[in-house]
């Protein structure tokens, strides 16, 4: 049982090249998200997944596109990276979306730099 | 719009010592409150929540208290170890949404 897994761990582009982070839960999780991480800011909510076949948007969503491609994986896409999203990613997932009493289990994280 | 501010953003702390990280939350239908460690190099893990119908909850050394009226809520580590050095995030989350709102972080050192 790995939990959530992403890949890479890390990565370097230049500005306009496009990648795709990946993530995975083997947990039956329903709902999964992608957060970016910045220093002094926290957690940020880039997209969710509130079960199999949705995604909606969170706080942050602008040059980013996701892809629910089944109940375990979730991925995010940079089509155009620019500098401001140099980050570092964290995928997340949790049994269900609107119930607030479970735990969201967070993968490893992409540590992500743009030039 | 939401938020969840947390403070202080560092605090050292002899080994032995306690430490405390307060956060103020402005969404009064938040009604869950997790808080999670960050070791360095990993994703952050839950180490103890609270439901807004439990004034506090006790894990070993480790307690949170939750003040709705003041929408404020706090974590307690006693005898602070230097294996609790890590980043803490306190979130807010409201029933029937999406949404965890996190602080920004608290980066706590245990100095031994």
């Known amino acids: 049982n790995a939990g959530v897994t992403q890949t890479p761990k890390f990565q370097v582009l230049k500005t306009g090249q496009s990648m795709t982070l990946q993530c995975a839960q083997d947990m039956n999780h329903n709902s999964m998200y992608w957060y970016r991480q910045d220093p002094g800011m926290g957690l940020r909510l880039i997209y969710y997944s509130a079960s199999e076949g949705t995604t909606d948007k969170g706080e942050v969503p602008n040059g980013y596109n996701v892809s629910r491609l089944n109940k375990r994986e979730f991925s995010l896409r940079l089509e155009s990276a620019a500098p401001s999203q140099t980050s570092v990613y964290f995928c997340?997932?949790?049994?269900?979306?609107?119930?607030?009493?479970?735990?969201?289990?967070f993968g490893p994280g992409t540590r992500l730099t743009v030039l | 719009g939401e938020n969840v501010e947390q403070h202080p953003s560092t605090l050292s702390v002899q080994e032995g010592d306690s430490a405390v990280i307060k956060c103020t939350y402005s969404d009064s239908a938040s009604n869950y409150f997790p808080w999670y460690k960050q070791e360095l190099g990993k994703g952050p893990q839950l180490i103890i929540d609270i439901r807004s119908n439990v004034g506090e909850k006790k894990d070993q050394r480790i307690a949170v208290t939750l003040n709705k009226t003041a929408k404020h809520f706090s974590l307690h580590i006693t005898e602070t170890q230097p294996e609790d050095s890590a980043v803490y995030f306190c979130a807010a989350s409201t029933s029937g949404t999406y949404k965890y709102i996190f602080g920004t972080g608290t980066r706590l050192k245990v100095l031994a």
């Open positions: 997340a997932s949790k049994v269900s979306a609107l119930s607030s009493y479970n735990e969201q289990f």
